[in-house]
């Protein structure tokens, strides 16, 4: 299964990252360990409509946005994935990663080769977002359909307690910080050695109250037994 990341999302960090793509400005020194002659290189051909080219410039923001924030990972996790398996609403906040190179000063046309999702057969590439105006949108819909979500994890064959919890890590760390949420898959590994990870916490350690939501909400609703069966006696509420 794809092993996908959310990044907290700073403009600023894209602004820098993209002014060094095109060579207005000396990398961070913070991206030593990947940066590389390849990125510029690739925006180049993006520039000429290569979408594989495309997917390693969107992949090199995932990893300049780890310098500075902790990425949260897990298999089968980010926004695409939660759009097309577990709630559909998520999708009317995602924005396409075109939008935040644009405004990031990447030439429109160039930006506009990006795909608007992760293509989970592509491999390594980032992916859409959410910005920081939206974070508190996300958060309340997080909330308001946290059972519906739990259920559909489960349908899913997820482990409801560590997807539930680490999503709601990534969203809580970028209201507190006024960030949005950048996706990528497979950004992790010995490319980016000093990336900070979060993932799942243990059941046990989660916040009690979303612990015992979870559990209300995904815990069969208990049958009769064949004495109460025979002796007619009513379900509580009946």
Known sequence: ???????PFDPDIATRYVAALKGEREPDSAWRDWWSPVLPEA????????????????LGLAWALSAEHPAFVR??????NWEARIDRGVGMLMR???????????ERRTAQVMPIRLELEQGM?????????L????????????????KRLVDA?????????????????????????????????????RMRLVEAAEKKRMDGALRERIEAAITPEKKP?????????KKPGE
């Not at 974070?135 to 359909?145: F, I, P, V």
């Open 75 to 80: 298999e089968g996790f980010g926004l695409t």
């Open 125 to 133: 590439m980032g992916g859409a977002y959410i910005p920081s105006r």
């Open 157 to 193: 064959e997820y482990d409801p307690f560590s997807m539930l919890g680490l999503m709601h890590q990534a969203v809580a760390y970028a209201c507190e910080h006024d960030l949005g949420l950048y996706e990528a898959q497979d950004a992790v590994g010995p490319a980016v050695p």
């Open 96 to 106: 396409p990663p075109s939008r935040l190179f644009i405004d990031a000063g990447l």
């Open 135 to 150: 974070m508190g949108n996300m958060a309340e819909l997080m909330d308001a359909r946290l059972e519906r979500m739990a």
């Open 225 to 233: 037994g064949i004495i109460s069966r025979l002796m007619g006696k």
């Open 1 to 7: 299964m794809e092993l996908v990341s959310l990044h």
């Open 43 to 58: 925006l180049a051909r993006t520039a000429a409509g290569r979408e594989d080219a495309a997917r390693s410039v969107s």
